[in-house]
């Protein structure tokens, strides 16, 4: 059966400590792994998209990385107002489906 | 101009009302996309939309209804609604619906049934 699992569900970090986020997921076929970022209340926000193992994008503090059995979102040197929900999806080949992960909350302590 | 716009903002309906959600987006993008999201959880999808059909339809109750006017709007016609249905209703596009892309979410409405 198809999964996208995230871990943690919650990080704290002080201002400046930098760590990762981790998207696991088994499915048939990989299309594409997308990266959101969702304050509460709103709408996810777009960040990344990636496609194939040992593919990387880059904005700002932000860093994704793709393998084939995960995906991780390395934050350096995070501010206060990285805090938010960060969620990962997958769209899967076979069949056609997009599965949403169930997100890391993180909070970014001053 | 990435945005996709939704209205109501808020909305508060009785369980015998009819009502319905809006979403324009101005992308040029040819697919739209409905989600449902409760507190703390991930969206789910409920319906797409490639160039104006219906795609995908994630088995969501009939009291739910969308209706794609054209390219640029996307509606939700909701009836006889049940006070589970409470929840974020988010709108979304993308370039194409065949491969999802990267897909613009709207802010949501915050949907209450009484």
């Known amino acids: 059966e198809d999964q996208v699992t995230q871990s943690p569900e919650a990080l704290r970090l002080q201002e400046g400590e930098s760590s990762s986020l981790n998207c696991s997921y088994t499915?048939?076929?990989?299309?594409?792994l997308f990266w959101y970022r969702q304050d509460p209340g709103k709408g996810p926000e777009f960040l990344f998209t990636l496609y194939s193992a040992g593919e990387e994008k880059e904005k700002e503090r932000l860093k994704a990385t793709l393998t084939k059995k995960e995906s991780f979102l390395h934050i350096t040197a995070p501010k206060p107002e990285d805090s938010a929900t960060y969620l990962c999806?997958?769209?899967?080949?076979?069949?056609?489906?997009?599965?949403f992960g169930t997100g890391t909350s993180l909070t970014v302590i001053p | 101009d990435t945005e996709v716009t939704q209205t109501p903002k808020h909305l508060v309906m009785g369980m015998t009302n009819k009502k319905s959600l809006k979403c324009e987006q101005h992308?040029?993008?040819?697919?739209m996309y409905w989600y449902k999201q409760k507190a703390k959880k991930p969206p789910e999808l409920m319906f797409v939309y490639s160039y104006e059909k219906l795609s995908i339809n994630e088995s969501v109750p009939s009291r739910f209804s969308p209706e794609c006017p054209n390219s640029s709007l996307l509606n939700l016609h909701l009836h006889a609604l049940q006070p589970e249905d409470s929840a974020l209703y988010l709108c979304?596009?993308?370039?194409?619906?065949?491969?999802?892309?990267?897909?613009?979410f709207g802010p949501g409405t915050r949907l209450t049934v009484t």
């Open positions: 999806a997958v769209q899967a080949t076979t069949p056609n489906q997009f599965y």
């Open positions: 979304a596009s993308s370039q194409e619906g065949g491969n999802y892309y990267e897909q613009y």
């Open positions: 992308m040029g993008h040819r697919a």
């Open positions: 499915v048939s076929g990989l299309r594409g």
